[in-house]
Each structure stands twice: as C-alpha cells, then as structure tokens.
C-alpha cells in the first residue's frame, strides 16, 4: 500500500461529499482512505454509510477534537506514507496523489511536503512549504494538506499531541525534527486544495490569538535550553505587535 489518507470531519457534510470523491478518483495508485467523523448530525454519517464499500476504515463517535480524531485513525492505516486530507480538503485531479509518488518513491526521508493550492475557486493561491530548517523552530513551514509522513514516524515519535486542537501538526512536526526526522520539501507538483473555510484559515484576531496561544505553548514545551527559551521570548515580544498590527490593517 503506496499512501493511506486520514480525514477527520464533524458536520462537514456538503464539503465531505468533494473530499471522498477526489481520493475515489485517484488512478494509478494503491491508496486507501480512512474517516474519522466527531459524531456528526448533519447527514455525515449517512454519507459514509454510502460510500463505506471504497473506505478502507471509518467511524462516527464523539471525540476530543481534530488531533484526536488524527489519532485514532492512524493505528488502521496500511500504507507506508500517510496524508492527512481534511473533509474541506480534497485532491485538484485524479493524477495528484501519482504525481507524488514519483517523488516518494525515491525518497528517504520522514516527511515530504508539497506545496498545496489555497482559497475558494475561482479565487486560489499557492502556498508553498518553508520545509525543516531552522524556522521551523518558530513557526510551521510545512502545510499538512501537502505534507507526506512515513507511517513508521509515529511509531518512533508519538502520535499527535490532543492538548493542541489547532496547532497539532506543527508541534508533532517540531517533535519529528527534533528527533533527529529527516524533513524535506519538492515544488514538482500540487497535490491538493486547501478550502479557507476551515478552523486553521481564519485570520481574526481572536482566532489567531487562540493559535499564537498554542504555538506559544509548544515553544515552551519545546523550549530545550536557555538560549532558546531568550530566543523564543524575543521573537514573541517582536511577533505579537508585528501579527496585531498587521491585522489591523486588513480589517481596515
């Protein structure tokens, strides 16, 4: 098995229907795709019902939020790489997920990450990843949507943190590099389509003080000896003004 993809939904139903046709489309790969529902009562269940015959897992049940629902998908995957596609995430072409096996397959690293297109059609953008250098340290530079893990990773680093309900990917991505993960990054392709009408696109100022609360939590978590803890305190007194200020100016 080439890649196992991880969606985790919670009334999500209309965007859910995209997300489990663009995997079904898939061609030229071994992929199987699992889901992980919170229980939801919008007709997401019923959907999954549907379409259980082309899942190779699934199940609705009340969880702690989208790392906990991560998690409990990730012991029934088979594949060697896992992707984690949201149910407001989904594939641009049936080619995408054989595109980027061309690159996994001769690769050796722990993490590949893609660039990924972001936005509501016809109003998109690329974002691209900064990989595992040493921003990494401060900020994520890997968009999961775009990001491969080689599943044996979590068996040597854990499984993703439940305290972080926004901000997980990054902490477990810190933890992979501070491990001694090899992280990489490749341009060749764009796999996948990020909606920005999820829980981690909403830019104001009380959601993204809720992040900039995890991220600051991880550091000091992570925070491995005195030079980095000055380190972290500088960019946070620097950071925070720059983010506000910068907020600001788009609501105006």
Excluded at 25 to 35: D, F, M, P, S
Excluded at 62 to 75: E, H, S, V
Excluded at 173 to 192: E, H, N, Q, Y
Aim: hydrophobic share 40%; with cysteine.
């Amino acid at each position: 098995m080439d890649v196992s993809i991880i969606t985790a939904v919670f009334n999500r139903a209309a965007q859910l229907r995209e997300c489990l046709q663009s995997v079904q489309a898939q061609v030229n790969v071994t992929a199987e795709h699992l889901v992980v529902d919170g229980g939801s009562t919008d007709g997401s269940k019923d959907l999954l019902q549907q379409h259980a015959g082309q899942l190779a897992y699934w199940v609705s049940e009340p969880d702690k939020g989208i790392a906990d629902a991560m998690n409990k998908g990730i012991p029934h995957a088979q594949g060697e790489w896992l992707l984690f596609l949201h149910s407001d995430d989904q594939f641009l072409c049936p080619d995408s997920l054989h595109d980027c096996m061309r690159v996994l397959r001769h690769s050796r690293a722990d993490i590949v990450g893609f660039p990924i297109r972001y936005g509501t059609p016809p109003r998109t953008r690329i974002l691209s990843p900064r990989g595992g250098g040493p921003w990494l340290h401060f900020k994520t530079g890997l968009l999961h949507q775009g990001t491969f893990i080689r599943r044996r990773l979590f068996e040597q680093v854990g499984l993703y943190d439940c305290r972080f309900q926004i901000a997980m990917d990054y902490e477990f991505f810190l933890r992979a590099k501070r491990r001694g993960a090899s992280i990489i990054t490749d341009t060749s392709c764009v796999p996948t389509l990020m909606s920005d009408a999820g829980v981690g696109s909403r830019a104001d100022w009380p959601s993204l003080l809720k992040r900039f609360a995890e991220e600051r939590a991880i550091h000091a978590l992570h925070a491995s000896s005195p030079s980095m803890r000055a380190a972290y305190a500088v960019y946070w007194r620097l950071y925070l003004p720059y983010r506000r200020l910068q907020a600001a100016v788009r609501a105006d």
